[in-house]
């Protein structure tokens, strides 16, 4: 076999190639076809497929990589560690429209890595070599990798690296923080640089890579393939066409506070249902717009009102008043998050 296996066209030869990081009841069949009217990336990566003694593909992650409309290539990634169990979601999964198959081995949540998967893994270096070595033989096309730097420190990192090359890794996706940083502190971009000059395939930088500008500045710091971005393109769903503009040295677009309620509508029709309690459908806007208020005003008056909106109506009049009334809607919407502004913790 060609070791490692091209990744697919980009959808601008030369541009600076994308990837939307796979995130857990975010990028689903709804926010991914949202992204094909604010722009894509060049590729998907899907919310984990749990793996276990009685697991089967989760319908509504399949439903995402048939259904999602946009053209771009969707990879599947599996949580898991069972060799047996691995294989055999590899063969369920093997008549689906993939890229290739990815497999995590970054998720922080206690939960996951007391288990041994997810970021667990990265404590036991002699398991990650046969789960490789499984995968590597039993996916027919590419076989890609996401981790972090280490589980408490970055002490298995190199040795983790010289099993990717082993096994011939095909993409290699490095979130540039211990599984301990969860998602808190520094992203170490220099391990990220060692990383791609250590492996032959392409590697994506991950973590903290808040804009079009930002992703150019990391592609230089570290010399990756490309960007992989993930709760800035809830922020920002411009932001892989303002990637892939500002890296062809096209102008790229500058979306005002708007554009921003126009999202606000979008999001309330696609990623939430009509049939949900109104109360759901908030929170779940919420989750979103925790990211989107980052980049409203400096002194996040935004969030603090909205997250205290108890029913539609008045959720929407916070919406009108921070990003349309008094003419607000003409005001730029920031392009990067304004410091201090913060998103309530995450769940990976
Ligand atoms: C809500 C949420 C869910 C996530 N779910 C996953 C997941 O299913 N698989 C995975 O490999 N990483 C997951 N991640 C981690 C992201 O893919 C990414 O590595 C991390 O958020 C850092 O990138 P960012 O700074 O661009 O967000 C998740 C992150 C968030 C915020």
């Not at 980009?10 to 009217?37: C, E, H, I, N």
């Not at 066409?241 to 500002?246: G, P, S, V």
């Amino acid at each position: 076999m060609e070791s490692p296996l091209p990744l697919p066209d980009l959808l601008a030869a030369g541009s600076l190639p994308t990837a939307l990081a796979p995130m857990q009841d975010v990028t689903d069949l709804a926010f991914m076809r949202l992204l094909g009217k604010y722009g894509v990336p060049d590729y998907f990566f899907t919310e984990y497929f749990r793996v276990h003694e009685h697991s089967t593909p989760e319908v509504h992650i399949v439903d995402s990589i048939l259904h999602h409309g946009t053209g771009r290539p969707v990879f599947a990634q599996l949580i898991g560690e069972n060799l047996v169990h691995l294989k055999r979601t590899v063969r369920l999964l093997s008549g689906l429209p993939i890229a290739g198959i990815d497999l995590n081995m970054g998720c922080p949540a206690p939960k996951v890595y007391r288990k041994n998967v997810g970021g667990g893994l990265l404590r036991d270096p002699g398991r990650v070599d046969r789960i490789f070595g499984t995968l590597r033989q039993a996916i027919p096309g590419r076989f890609t990798v996401k981790m972090r730097l280490g589980f408490d420190d970055k002490e298995p990192f190199e040795e983790i690296l010289e099993l990717v090359r082993k096994h011939q890794v095909d993409c290699l996706s490095i979130h540039g923080r211990t599984v301990k940083q969860m998602y808190r502190g520094e992203v170490d971009y220099e391990r990220i640089g060692q990383a791609v000059q250590a492996v032959p395939c392409p590697v994506f930088a991950n973590g903290n890579i808040t804009s079009a500008a930002k992703a150019m500045e990391v592609r230089s710091l570290t010399g990756c393939f490309g960007a992989m971005i993930g709760r800035s393109a809830i922020r920002n769903p411009w932001i892989f066409a303002q990637t892939r503009d500002l890296s062809l040295g096209r102008e790229p677009i500058r979306p005002l506070l708007g554009d921003v309620r126009n999202y606000v509508d979008d999001l309330w029709s696609v990623i939430t249902r009509e049939d949900c309690l109104e109360r759901h459908r908030l929170n779940r806007m919420k989750k979103f717009l925790n990211f989107v208020g980052q980049g409203v005003d400096d002194e996040g008056r935004f969030l603090h009102d909205m997250r205290r909106a108890r029913e539609a109506e008045e959720f929407f009049a916070v919406c009108d008043r921070h990003l349309v009334e008094d003419g607000r809607e003409r005001e730029p919407f920031a392009a990067e998050p304004y410091a201090g502004v913060v998103a309530r913790p995450n769940h990976e």
